[in-house]
């Protein structure tokens, strides 16, 4: 396993993490989420994403306590607030009371006495930014957060936080989680040149397009039985944005091309995400000890000129980018 460090900070994080979205807490039962985590553990990974708003919760009470088994300063833990966690008014957003009392929830839940990363999920245009940031201050200064950072935030509104941040006095973003991968190359134009410019990381989501680039779905077929495709509770996301003929047959070739390389499509994508020097590291969401162990051998795999020319043939920028 290979290690990078968190932008300007001193963490130091794997280059592939270990996410929980619709794996752990949720579609994994408890002890095939332990036997995961381990595996992970185990393989160099000191890096974990979760999310308050996973499976209600449940995901970082899972996370939590498959964790446990490890030294607390051998792991570097992420979650998050934004997302609806009740039905009042007061249950979502990035509102300083909303913050404060999710941040305690996740602590609960995750049975720690600190968060290494406090991150904000997604913008809340309804809430001052000033608002937001003295809250994640406040919560540093507890010892409550070590660090903050932020989620699909478009890059004017990274900047414009950090500016915010400094003139009241309070530490900036550490690091910002974009969704990134070969079939969504947006942060390129924008978001990775305004993280780097501010001193920032990125951990990015989704690089494997929620498995649509390990070329197992085919053109015509139904998805096998198993896969995020063929779950009603897992593939909305994987139908809204990667699925159809077009770039299945992307993923097909991309295939070809990972085949000829000597490596497989899952590792070759996510070593595709990590050359970009930006890139902290990529999350990936297992759901089988067996695809950790394929995937973090993209921390060794560097990928030849050519290959990358082929692939940006196959799977090009989208033209002038888009700011997010």
């Not at 985590?37 to 160099?44: E, K, P, Q, S």
């Not at 000191?46 to 490890?70: I, K, P, Q, S």
């Not at 009603?232 to 990972?258: I, M, P, S």
Request: glycine letters at 8%; proline letters at 7%; aromatic letters at 8%.
């Amino acid at each position: 396993m290979r290690y990078r460090r968190m932008g300007n900070s001193g963490a130091r994080l794997s280059v592939v993490g270990l996410g929980s979205y619709l794996t752990i807490g949720f579609k994994l039962d408890e002890a095939a989420s332990r036997e995961t985590v381990r595996t992970a553990y185990d393989a160099g990974i000191n890096f974990f994403d979760t999310a308050n708003a996973y499976n209600a919760g449940e995901g970082e009470r899972v996370l939590g306590r498959c964790l446990a088994e490890f030294p607390r300063s051998s792991l570097f833990v992420i979650t998050k607030v934004f997302a609806p966690m009740g039905p009042g008014p007061n249950d979502s957003g990035l509102s300083r009371k909303h913050v404060f009392e999710q941040c305690h929830a996740s602590l609960r839940r995750l049975g720690m006495e600190y968060i290494d990363l406090y991150m904000c999920h997604r913008p809340d245009p309804d809430t001052p930014l000033e608002e937001t940031i003295r809250t994640f201050e406040d919560l540093a200064r507890q010892g409550k957060i070590l660090y903050w950072g932020v989620s699909e935030w478009p890059a004017e509104l990274i900047c414009r936080g950090n500016a915010v941040a400094r003139q009241i006095g309070a530490r900036t973003m550490s690091v910002n989680e974009p969704r990134y991968n070969l079939m969504y190359r947006y942060p390129e134009a924008h978001v990775f040149p305004a993280t780097a410019a501010e001193g920032m990381g990125n951990v990015v989501f989704s690089p494997l397009a929620h498995g649509v680039l390990t070329g197992k779905y085919s053109v015509g077929e139904e998805p096998p039985p198993g896969t995020r495709a063929a779950s009603e509770d897992t593939n909305k996301v994987l139908k809204k944005l990667y699925w159809g003929e077009h770039n299945q047959r992307r993923a097909q070739e991309f295939a070809r091309v990972a085949k000829d390389m000597g490596t497989t499509p899952a590792v070759l994508a996510l070593a595709w995400c990590l050359r970009r020097p930006e890139v902290t590291s990529a999350i990936i969401g297992a759901t089988r000890p067996a695809q950790i162990l394929e995937n973090v051998q993209a921390a060794e795999l560097t990928i030849p000129d050519d290959v990358l020319a082929r692939l940006d043939e196959i799977f090009p920028a989208p033209p002038g980018g888009a700011n997010f």
